[in-house]
């Protein structure tokens, strides 16, 4: 066996409430965690797409208040951390409390690439409450190792316990992650971890490449439910790395039955790169614009490939998908 262990996080009851519209159950969300925690995962993520409080007209409106679901997923967890994703600016410290007081013991708190800065107040108020705290830099594809590393060092001085770097487009191949977890990895003291998205279908190979620089903690959830074309597939990635002789602690066979028997069921779709999906990852848009550019695609009459080429050359980031039908309006009166 290799040495040390891989820390596989589940964020199916989390990004992958994306891919079918927030619409979990509070008996879904207690099923999948069971299982999950049966299975043996490091931390089950739960919370709207994007982040505790991000249920809105903005985002989208959960079918069942992410604070319920905490509470169903929490009374059934017997070894796993239970985890939410923060945005600060989304969420507030506030939003924390409650989410804390109903059952989550981690959270991951996610800035722009750029931004960690704004994370601070949050990052410390986590660690002084108890929770496990993680750093968690999206769409990373869009700063240059050294700017990363400055990123995930105000992180680290503000007491986060590992940095993750997201591919929020699913944009990187191979060599953007190694160059990006390889540097990181040799200039903090604190673990890396990797979450990847499979717009390019690289999901798999990229969460490899994390853990082959050093990454501790990977992302990925069942049957790949997630935002765009959707995330890593941990079920997958979990019988990859037993092949390749790493630890993980999780029961492959039980992941496999989490993933077949209790998430497929509850799909809209199957969790595939069509046009519009490989185009996020082709154009390095976030992957969770690409419901709502269907919908403006749809109203305009536009191809939603060309509203994301376009959102690609503006260089929009997570927060800005009000911005997303300005832009298809805008093309649609160059057509006219």
Request: aromatic share 6%; hydrophobic share 45%.
């Amino acid at each position: 066996m290799r040495p040390g262990k891989i820390n596989l996080i589940d964020t199916t009851l989390r990004d992958g409430s994306h891919a079918v519209s927030h619409s979990f159950t509070g008996d879904q969300a207690a099923a999948i965690a069971e299982g999950l925690d049966k299975a043996g995962v490091f931390l089950i993520e739960l919370s709207h797409g994007d982040g505790i409080a991000g249920s809105s007209i903005n985002y989208g409106f959960s079918k069942v208040d992410e604070l319920d679901l905490l509470e169903a997923a929490g009374k059934v967890i017997k070894n796993a951390k239970l985890g939410v994703l923060l945005l600060p600016g989304v969420g507030t410290i506030e939003n924390l409390k409650q989410a804390r007081e109903r059952g989550a013991n981690a959270v991951r708190i996610a800035t722009h690439v750029t931004e960690a800065d704004i994370a601070i107040q949050h990052i410390k108020w986590a660690k002084e409450a108890g929770m496990f705290t993680v750093g968690f830099l999206m769409m990373a594809h869009m700063a240059s190792p050294e700017k990363i590393i400055e990123q995930a060092k105000i992180f680290a001085d503000a007491g986060a316990d590992y940095i993750n770097l997201a591919d929020s487009s699913g944009y990187m191949v191979a060599d953007d992650v190694k160059a990006r977890i390889g540097a990181l990895k040799n200039a903090i003291k604190i673990p890396v971890g990797f979450h990847a998205h499979n717009n390019l279908g690289m999901a798999v190979a990229n969460s490899l490449a994390a853990v082959e620089e050093g990454a501790d903690f990977i992302d990925a959830t069942c049957r790949g439910l997630g935002a765009g074309a959707g995330n890593c597939q941990i079920e997958v990635l979990a019988a990859v790395l037993q092949r390749l002789g790493y630890n993980t602690g999780v029961n492959i066979y039980d992941l496999m039955d989490v993933a077949e028997d209790i998430v497929e069921p509850v799909m809209h779709r199957p969790q595939v790169i069509r046009t519009d999906s490989l185009m996020l990852g082709f154009a390095g848009v976030y992957s969770s614009f690409l419901l709502h550019t269907r919908r403006a695609a749809e109203k305009f009459g536009l191809a939603p490939r060309d509203i994301l080429v376009e959102l690609g050359k503006r260089r929009m980031v997570g927060g800005q998908e009000d911005m997303i039908v300005d832009v298809a309006w805008e093309l649609s009166q160059k057509g006219a």
